[in-house]
Protein backbone atom coordinates (compact mmCIF):
# COMPACT_ATOMS: atom_id res chain seq x y z
CA UNK A 1 0.00 0.00 0.00
CA UNK A 2 1.40 3.22 -0.97
CA UNK A 3 2.38 5.93 1.61
CA UNK A 4 0.50 9.18 1.81
CA UNK A 5 2.10 12.47 1.96
CA UNK A 6 0.11 15.10 2.43
CA UNK A 7 -3.46 15.43 3.85
CA UNK A 8 -6.31 12.98 2.19
CA UNK A 9 -10.04 13.27 2.80
CA UNK A 10 -11.80 10.24 3.99
CA UNK A 11 -13.79 10.06 0.24
CA UNK A 12 -10.23 9.88 -1.18
CA UNK A 13 -9.08 6.79 0.76
CA UNK A 14 -12.20 4.90 0.46
CA UNK A 15 -12.36 5.18 -3.36
CA UNK A 16 -8.75 4.42 -3.63
CA UNK A 17 -9.63 1.29 -1.87
CA UNK A 18 -12.42 0.69 -3.81
CA UNK A 19 -10.49 1.17 -7.19
CA UNK A 20 -7.94 -1.41 -5.59
CA UNK A 21 -10.93 -4.03 -4.84
CA UNK A 22 -11.42 -3.51 -8.26
CA UNK A 23 -8.56 -3.93 -9.59
CA UNK A 24 -7.56 -7.11 -7.80
CA UNK A 25 -11.19 -8.57 -8.64
CA UNK A 26 -10.99 -8.16 -12.02
CA UNK A 27 -7.78 -10.15 -12.55
CA UNK A 28 -8.04 -13.40 -14.20
CA UNK A 29 -5.67 -15.35 -11.93
CA UNK A 30 -3.57 -15.17 -9.00
CA UNK A 31 -0.38 -13.93 -10.74
CA UNK A 32 -2.44 -10.90 -12.52
CA UNK A 33 -4.47 -10.08 -8.89
CA UNK A 34 -1.28 -9.67 -7.50
CA UNK A 35 0.95 -7.98 -10.34
CA UNK A 36 2.40 -4.65 -9.07
CA UNK A 37 3.69 -3.91 -12.82
CA UNK A 38 -0.20 -2.11 -13.19
CA UNK A 39 0.06 1.48 -14.98
CA UNK A 40 0.49 3.71 -12.79
CA UNK A 41 -1.45 5.62 -10.34
CA UNK A 42 -0.91 8.96 -9.29
CA UNK A 43 -2.76 10.84 -6.83
CA UNK A 44 -2.16 15.09 -6.83
CA UNK A 45 -2.33 15.42 -2.88
CA UNK A 46 -1.30 18.72 -1.07
CA UNK A 47 1.94 17.25 -0.50
CA UNK A 48 3.30 15.71 -3.69
CA UNK A 49 2.21 12.67 -5.73
CA UNK A 50 1.14 8.94 -4.48
CA UNK A 51 2.83 6.05 -6.27
CA UNK A 52 1.24 2.89 -5.75
CA UNK A 53 4.86 1.11 -5.18
CA UNK A 54 5.40 0.92 -9.24
CA UNK A 55 8.03 -0.83 -10.54
CA UNK A 56 9.20 1.61 -13.18
CA UNK A 57 12.69 3.39 -13.24
CA UNK A 58 12.77 5.99 -11.01
CA UNK A 59 15.68 9.30 -10.66
CA UNK A 60 17.26 9.74 -7.55
CA UNK A 61 16.19 13.29 -7.63
CA UNK A 62 12.62 12.05 -7.47
CA UNK A 63 13.62 9.81 -4.60
CA UNK A 64 15.74 12.48 -2.69
CA UNK A 65 12.84 14.95 -2.94
CA UNK A 66 10.53 12.58 -1.61
CA UNK A 67 7.83 13.00 -4.46
CA UNK A 68 7.26 9.56 -4.64
CA UNK A 69 5.79 7.22 -2.00
CA UNK A 70 6.76 3.64 -0.88
CA UNK A 71 9.22 2.77 -3.61
CA UNK A 72 11.53 -0.19 -3.57
CA UNK A 73 12.76 -0.56 -6.58
CA UNK A 74 15.52 -3.31 -5.28
CA UNK A 75 12.64 -5.63 -4.28
CA UNK A 76 10.39 -5.19 -7.38
CA UNK A 77 11.34 -7.89 -8.78
CA UNK A 78 10.97 -10.41 -5.94
CA UNK A 79 8.26 -8.88 -3.38
CA UNK A 80 4.23 -9.17 -3.79
CA UNK A 81 2.43 -7.54 -0.49
CA UNK A 82 -1.04 -8.97 0.16
CA UNK A 83 -3.08 -6.42 2.13
CA UNK A 84 -6.27 -6.99 3.27
CA UNK A 85 -8.79 -5.54 2.05
CA UNK A 86 -10.88 -4.38 5.32
CA UNK A 87 -7.81 -3.39 6.68
CA UNK A 88 -7.00 0.94 6.96
CA UNK A 89 -4.13 2.11 4.78
CA UNK A 90 -1.08 1.91 6.74
CA UNK A 91 2.54 1.75 6.03
CA UNK A 92 4.41 -1.03 4.87
CA UNK A 93 7.86 -1.68 7.21
CA UNK A 94 10.93 -2.62 5.81
CA UNK A 95 11.71 -6.07 5.34
CA UNK A 96 13.22 -8.03 8.27
CA UNK A 97 16.23 -10.32 8.29
CA UNK A 98 15.78 -13.65 6.42
CA UNK A 99 15.19 -16.81 8.72
CA UNK A 100 14.82 -15.60 12.23
CA UNK A 101 11.20 -16.55 12.99
CA UNK A 102 9.45 -13.80 12.61
CA UNK A 103 5.95 -12.40 12.11
CA UNK A 104 6.87 -11.62 8.00
CA UNK A 105 8.43 -15.38 7.63
CA UNK A 106 10.45 -13.51 4.52
CA UNK A 107 13.10 -16.31 2.94
CA UNK A 108 16.02 -14.80 1.69
CA UNK A 109 15.69 -12.58 -1.45
CA UNK A 110 18.37 -14.07 -3.30
CA UNK A 111 16.40 -17.72 -3.12
CA UNK A 112 13.38 -16.48 -4.35
CA UNK A 113 11.85 -15.55 -7.29
CA UNK A 114 8.31 -14.37 -5.39
CA UNK A 115 8.60 -13.27 -2.19
CA UNK A 116 4.95 -12.53 -0.12
CA UNK A 117 5.08 -10.55 3.20
CA UNK A 118 1.84 -11.30 4.57
CA UNK A 119 0.67 -8.07 6.81
CA UNK A 120 -1.37 -9.04 9.90
CA UNK A 121 -4.11 -6.27 9.69
CA UNK A 122 -7.22 -8.33 9.56
CA UNK A 123 -10.61 -6.66 11.62
CA UNK A 124 -9.57 -10.03 14.37
CA UNK A 125 -6.45 -8.10 15.16
CA UNK A 126 -4.48 -11.46 14.63
CA UNK A 127 -1.09 -11.70 13.74
CA UNK A 128 0.91 -13.38 11.36
CA UNK A 129 2.71 -15.97 13.80
CA UNK A 130 -0.81 -16.76 15.22
CA UNK A 131 -2.49 -17.52 12.41
CA UNK A 132 1.08 -19.86 11.35
CA UNK A 133 0.46 -21.36 14.84
CA UNK A 134 -3.27 -22.18 13.60
CA UNK A 135 -2.52 -23.74 10.75
CA UNK A 136 0.16 -26.15 12.24
CA UNK A 137 -2.62 -27.01 14.75
CA UNK A 138 -4.71 -27.91 12.03
CA UNK A 139 -2.44 -29.81 10.34
CA UNK A 140 -1.48 -31.60 13.41
CA UNK A 141 -4.82 -32.65 14.28
CA UNK A 142 -5.67 -33.52 10.72
CA UNK A 143 -2.73 -35.94 10.65
CA UNK A 144 -3.47 -37.34 13.99
CA UNK A 145 -6.82 -38.40 13.19
CA UNK A 146 -5.70 -39.85 9.65
CA UNK A 147 -2.79 -41.57 10.99
CA UNK A 148 -4.24 -42.62 14.39
CA UNK A 149 -5.39 -46.42 13.74
CA UNK A 150 -1.81 -47.26 12.47
CA UNK A 151 -0.23 -45.43 15.68
CA UNK A 152 -2.87 -47.24 17.74
CA UNK A 153 -2.02 -50.65 15.99
CA UNK A 154 2.14 -50.23 16.25
CA UNK A 155 1.38 -49.23 20.20
CA UNK A 156 -0.44 -52.21 20.66
CA UNK A 157 2.64 -54.38 18.93
CA UNK A 158 5.02 -52.73 20.86
CA UNK A 159 3.01 -53.08 24.41
CA UNK A 160 2.49 -56.69 23.43
CA UNK A 161 6.00 -57.11 22.97
CA UNK A 162 6.93 -55.06 25.90
CA UNK A 163 4.62 -55.68 28.59
CA UNK A 164 6.64 -55.83 31.24
CA UNK A 165 9.04 -52.75 30.06
CA UNK A 166 5.90 -51.36 30.33
CA UNK A 167 4.52 -52.26 33.18
CA UNK A 168 7.62 -51.77 35.63
CA UNK A 169 7.98 -48.40 33.55
CA UNK A 170 4.46 -47.07 34.49
CA UNK A 171 4.84 -48.03 38.15
CA UNK A 172 8.00 -46.71 38.71
CA UNK A 173 6.70 -43.77 36.77
CA UNK A 174 3.36 -43.06 38.91
CA UNK A 175 5.62 -44.09 42.20
CA UNK A 176 7.58 -40.86 41.41
CA UNK A 177 4.87 -38.56 40.16
CA UNK A 178 2.59 -40.10 43.99
CA UNK A 179 5.84 -38.94 45.64
CA UNK A 180 6.75 -35.95 44.31
CA UNK A 181 3.29 -34.84 43.90
CA UNK A 182 1.82 -35.94 47.17
CA UNK A 183 -0.37 -33.48 47.78
CA UNK A 184 -1.37 -32.11 44.48
CA UNK A 185 -2.75 -36.13 43.82
CA UNK A 186 -4.91 -36.23 46.76
CA UNK A 187 -6.45 -32.68 46.44
CA UNK A 188 -7.14 -34.29 42.82
CA UNK A 189 -8.31 -36.93 43.81
CA UNK A 190 -10.90 -35.75 47.03
CA UNK A 191 -12.20 -32.96 44.37
CA UNK A 192 -12.98 -35.61 41.37
CA UNK A 193 -14.36 -38.33 43.95
CA UNK A 194 -16.45 -35.21 45.41
CA UNK A 195 -17.48 -33.29 42.52
CA UNK A 196 -18.46 -37.19 41.10
CA UNK A 197 -19.59 -38.87 43.77
CA UNK A 198 -23.68 -38.72 42.33
CA UNK A 199 -22.93 -39.80 38.77
CA UNK A 200 -20.70 -42.85 39.65
CA UNK A 201 -23.55 -43.83 42.04
CA UNK A 202 -25.96 -43.24 39.95
CA UNK A 203 -24.15 -44.80 36.89
CA UNK A 204 -23.25 -47.67 39.16
CA UNK A 205 -27.62 -48.59 40.24
CA UNK A 206 -28.38 -48.33 36.73
CA UNK A 207 -25.69 -50.99 35.51
CA UNK A 208 -25.96 -52.85 38.17
CA UNK A 209 -29.93 -52.78 37.95
CA UNK A 210 -29.43 -52.94 34.07
CA UNK A 211 -26.81 -56.34 34.15
CA UNK A 212 -28.64 -58.12 37.21
CA UNK A 213 -30.21 -60.69 35.42
CA UNK A 214 -27.14 -61.62 32.85
CA UNK A 215 -25.06 -61.60 36.39
CA UNK A 216 -27.36 -64.26 37.90
CA UNK A 217 -27.44 -66.27 34.67
CA UNK A 218 -23.57 -66.12 34.25
CA UNK A 219 -23.09 -66.93 38.10
CA UNK A 220 -25.56 -69.77 38.11
CA UNK A 221 -24.26 -71.58 34.76
CA UNK A 222 -20.65 -70.94 36.27
CA UNK A 223 -21.59 -72.42 39.66
CA UNK A 224 -23.43 -75.55 38.28
CA UNK A 225 -20.39 -76.28 35.17
CA UNK A 226 -17.67 -75.76 37.88
CA UNK A 227 -19.85 -77.70 40.91
CA UNK A 228 -18.20 -81.34 40.34
CA UNK A 229 -14.60 -79.84 39.63
CA UNK A 230 -15.41 -77.51 42.89
CA UNK A 231 -16.14 -80.75 45.31
CA UNK A 232 -12.92 -82.38 43.94
CA UNK A 233 -10.60 -80.17 44.83
CA UNK A 234 -12.13 -78.99 48.04
CA UNK A 235 -12.03 -83.01 48.74
CA UNK A 236 -8.26 -83.59 47.42
CA UNK A 237 -7.48 -80.22 49.83
CA UNK A 238 -8.90 -81.79 52.83
CA UNK A 239 -7.40 -85.16 52.45
CA UNK A 240 -4.09 -83.53 51.77
CA UNK A 241 -4.14 -81.35 54.77
CA UNK A 242 -5.85 -83.53 57.05
CA UNK A 243 -2.66 -84.77 59.21
CA UNK A 244 -1.29 -80.91 59.11
CA UNK A 245 -4.77 -79.67 60.14
CA UNK A 246 -4.87 -82.27 63.82
CA UNK A 247 -0.96 -81.37 63.94
CA UNK A 248 -1.94 -77.81 64.18
CA UNK A 249 -4.94 -78.35 66.82
CA UNK A 250 -3.44 -80.77 68.81
CA UNK A 251 -0.55 -78.41 69.55
CA UNK A 252 -2.99 -75.54 70.47
CA UNK A 253 -4.79 -77.57 72.68
CA UNK A 254 -1.55 -78.74 74.57
CA UNK A 255 -0.52 -74.74 74.90
CA UNK A 256 -3.89 -73.41 75.85
CA UNK A 257 -4.94 -76.28 78.18
CA UNK A 258 -4.97 -74.25 81.32
CA UNK A 259 -6.58 -71.24 79.66
CA UNK A 260 -9.05 -73.90 78.01
CA UNK A 261 -10.12 -74.93 81.81
CA UNK A 262 -10.41 -71.48 83.12
CA UNK A 263 -12.50 -70.17 80.65
CA UNK A 264 -14.34 -73.74 81.40
CA UNK A 265 -14.88 -73.00 84.87
CA UNK A 266 -15.45 -69.31 84.26
CA UNK A 267 -18.63 -70.25 81.67
CA UNK A 268 -19.46 -72.77 84.19
CA UNK A 269 -19.74 -70.02 87.18
CA UNK A 270 -21.38 -67.46 84.73
CA UNK A 271 -24.12 -69.88 83.97
CA UNK A 272 -24.76 -70.96 87.38
CA UNK A 273 -24.27 -67.77 89.23
CA UNK A 274 -27.03 -66.70 86.42
CA UNK A 275 -29.39 -69.62 87.25
CA UNK A 276 -29.30 -68.40 91.20
CA UNK A 277 -29.90 -64.87 90.42
CA UNK A 278 -33.08 -65.73 88.64
CA UNK A 279 -33.70 -68.04 91.60
CA UNK A 280 -33.73 -65.50 94.27
CA UNK A 281 -35.81 -63.21 91.77
CA UNK A 282 -38.43 -65.51 91.67
CA UNK A 283 -38.71 -66.76 95.31
CA UNK A 284 -37.17 -63.43 97.61
CA UNK A 285 -39.74 -62.53 99.93
CA UNK A 286 -42.15 -59.73 98.85
CA UNK A 287 -42.21 -57.27 101.53
CA UNK A 288 -45.39 -55.16 102.07
CA UNK A 289 -45.09 -51.45 102.36
CA UNK A 290 -48.31 -50.29 102.93
CA UNK A 291 -49.12 -52.70 106.32
CA UNK A 292 -52.99 -52.87 107.16
CA UNK A 293 -53.25 -50.79 110.63
CA UNK A 294 -55.38 -52.30 113.20
CA UNK A 295 -56.55 -50.94 116.37
CA UNK A 296 -54.97 -51.73 119.50
CA UNK A 297 -55.32 -50.89 122.62
CA UNK A 298 -52.96 -49.34 125.32
CA UNK A 299 -52.08 -51.87 127.18
CA UNK A 300 -51.79 -54.71 124.52
CA UNK A 301 -49.95 -52.38 122.96
CA UNK A 302 -47.11 -52.34 125.30
CA UNK A 303 -47.25 -55.99 125.41
CA UNK A 304 -46.35 -56.02 121.81
CA UNK A 305 -43.73 -53.65 121.72
CA UNK A 306 -41.61 -55.63 124.49
CA UNK A 307 -41.71 -59.22 122.12
CA UNK A 308 -40.60 -57.18 119.33
CA UNK A 309 -37.45 -55.44 121.24
CA UNK A 310 -37.18 -59.27 123.55
CA UNK A 311 -36.83 -60.47 119.84
CA UNK A 312 -34.43 -58.07 118.25
CA UNK A 313 -32.38 -58.75 120.96
CA UNK A 314 -32.36 -62.28 120.58
CA UNK A 315 -31.13 -62.44 117.15
CA UNK A 316 -28.39 -59.74 117.49
CA UNK A 317 -27.14 -61.85 120.35
CA UNK A 318 -26.97 -65.31 117.43
CA UNK A 319 -25.76 -62.71 115.28
CA UNK A 320 -22.88 -61.44 116.94
CA UNK A 321 -22.07 -64.83 118.03
CA UNK A 322 -22.19 -66.43 114.85
CA UNK A 323 -20.85 -63.65 112.37
CA UNK A 324 -18.55 -65.87 110.60
CA UNK A 325 -20.09 -68.67 109.96
CA UNK A 326 -23.20 -66.91 108.77
CA UNK A 327 -20.63 -65.26 106.50
CA UNK A 328 -19.53 -68.44 105.07
CA UNK A 329 -22.74 -69.87 104.32
CA UNK A 330 -23.65 -66.77 102.77
CA UNK A 331 -21.34 -66.68 100.50
CA UNK A 332 -21.46 -70.06 99.69
CA UNK A 333 -24.85 -69.87 98.93
CA UNK A 334 -23.92 -66.99 96.43
CA UNK A 335 -20.65 -67.22 95.10
CA UNK A 336 -20.40 -70.24 93.51
CA UNK A 337 -16.79 -70.23 91.93
CA UNK A 338 -16.28 -73.94 92.11
CA UNK A 339 -19.74 -75.71 91.54
CA UNK A 340 -20.65 -79.19 93.01
CA UNK A 341 -19.99 -82.07 90.62
CA UNK A 342 -23.81 -83.01 89.95
CA UNK A 343 -24.55 -79.12 88.91
CA UNK A 344 -21.68 -79.11 87.05
CA UNK A 345 -22.40 -82.42 85.07
CA UNK A 346 -25.92 -81.37 84.91
CA UNK A 347 -24.48 -78.17 82.87
CA UNK A 348 -22.52 -79.69 80.60
CA UNK A 349 -25.19 -82.42 79.34
CA UNK A 350 -26.98 -79.23 78.45
CA UNK A 351 -24.10 -77.89 76.70
CA UNK A 352 -23.27 -80.66 74.88
CA UNK A 353 -27.08 -81.39 73.88
CA UNK A 354 -27.00 -77.14 72.43
CA UNK A 355 -23.91 -77.48 70.63
CA UNK A 356 -24.90 -81.58 69.14
CA UNK A 357 -26.04 -79.93 65.82
CA UNK A 358 -22.41 -78.05 65.49
CA UNK A 359 -20.16 -80.85 64.14
CA UNK A 360 -17.37 -77.97 63.24
CA UNK A 361 -17.32 -78.11 67.37
CA UNK A 362 -18.17 -82.12 67.69
CA UNK A 363 -14.85 -82.54 66.02
CA UNK A 364 -13.16 -79.84 68.49
CA UNK A 365 -14.76 -81.27 71.44
CA UNK A 366 -13.20 -84.64 70.33
CA UNK A 367 -9.52 -83.43 69.79
CA UNK A 368 -9.72 -81.62 73.38
CA UNK A 369 -10.93 -84.32 75.36
CA UNK A 370 -8.57 -86.71 73.43
CA UNK A 371 -5.88 -84.85 74.50
CA UNK A 372 -6.94 -83.67 78.19
CA UNK A 373 -9.53 -86.52 79.70
CA UNK A 374 -10.47 -84.66 82.79
CA UNK A 375 -11.55 -81.84 80.80
CA UNK A 376 -15.19 -81.37 80.75
CA UNK A 377 -15.68 -79.26 77.52
CA UNK A 378 -13.89 -76.53 75.18
CA UNK A 379 -15.03 -73.58 75.64
CA UNK A 380 -13.53 -71.09 72.49
Keep these: ?16 RKEKRDRVKAGCNDNQKHDITEPELVLNTTGGILNE ?16 GDHNP ?38 CDNTQFEVATTLEGTTVRERQLDKKKDWSRQNYYKNHQKHLAKSKKYRAKNKQKVTD ?23 YHASHREERIKGFKDNYIANREERLEAFKDKYIANREERLEGFK ?18 ASHSQQIK ?34 VSAKKRS ?31 Y ?33 AFDIDKSLPIAVM
Design 236 to 253: DNYASNLEQRKKIMNDYY
Design 53 to 68: GLCDDVTEQEVASSSV
Design 169 to 191: YSKRYMKTYRATNKQKVADYSKK
Design 1 to 16: MPNLRGKVSAKKRRQL
Design 335 to 367: NLAEPKIDLKNRYIAIIRQKLAKNIGVQKQLKV
Design 303 to 333: KIIARILQKRQKNSAYYKKNFLKLRQNRRAR
Design 262 to 295: DNAREHYAAVANTKNAKLRQNYRIKRNLNPPTRS
Design 74 to 111: ELCNVTEYVVADDADLFVLSDPPECNDWSVWDHNPPEL
